[in-house]
Each structure stands twice: as C-alpha cells, then as structure tokens.
C-alpha cells in the first residue's frame, strides 16, 4: 500500500505558475503509474496529467497541453506537476493518484490511491 500526500497549492494570479508536489509513502513510487486529476466545484473529477511506471512516457488532457508538466523524482520518491499560465477555469481541487497499471488511463476509478488533495485557485 502507498500514502499519498499532496503539497505545493495556493492563489495565484492568471498567468502565474504553481509546482505541485506529491509525497510517497509506503511503497517504491517508480512501481506505480502517477497521474493527476482535478476537481472543480460542482464538476466531476478530470484527468489532467499521468506518467507511465516503467518508460516514463507523459499524457496531458488538452486543456493542459503546453502549459502543464508531469515530472517523477524516484530518488525522492515523488511526482511534480509544474503548472505555468496559469487560467481560471484551472481552479480546482487536485488529487495525486497511483496504480500499478503499467499504462496510463485517464478514468479516476481506475487509480487504487489517492491523496487527500491540494486547492489550487487562480484568480486576480
């Protein structure tokens, strides 16, 4: 079993960037395929970035695309996502999630953990 612990969220201006961090706990993080989710208020939870277990290979939403980074640090057995142009439909809640799925999938049902999650609010 893996703990997953979120970190890095806060206001931002539209424009600005964020880093977001996603601690691991419990379990080597390179045996699990990372990805990130959101959550807007009154909106279902939506893929946003994940990155595969054994090769490394990144997927992004398009609405991320350009803007977003998915980044793993093995050493420090945690996941970045490094955010920059920030917009306000970015506002959300967002979750780390892991599994041991070998490829990425972008439906949140199919990621076993999660964490608690990390508001992210951009606005002037």
């Known amino acids: 079993q893996v703990q997953l612990v979120e970190s890095g969220g806060g206001l931002v201006q539209p424009g600005g960037s964020l880093r977001l961090s996603c601690a691991a706990s419990?379990?080597?993080?390179?045996?699990?395929?990372m990805a990130w989710f959101r959550q807007a208020l009154g909106k279902e939870r939506e893929f946003v970035a994940g990155i595969m277990r054994s090769t490394g290979r990144t997927y992004y939403a398009d609405s991320v695309k350009g803007r977003f980074t998915i980044s793993r640090d093995n050493a420090k057995n945690t996941v970045y996502l490094q955010m920059n142009s920030l917009k306000p439909e970015d506002t959300a809640v967002y979750y780390c999630?892991?599994?041991?799925?070998?490829?990425?999938?972008?439906?949140?049902?199919?990621?076993?953990?999660w964490g608690q999650g990390t508001q992210v609010t951009v606005s002037s």
């Open positions: 999630a892991a599994d041991r799925t070998v490829v990425v999938r972008t439906t949140s049902s199919q990621y076993e953990y």
């Open positions: 419990g379990r080597t993080l390179s045996t699990y395929t």
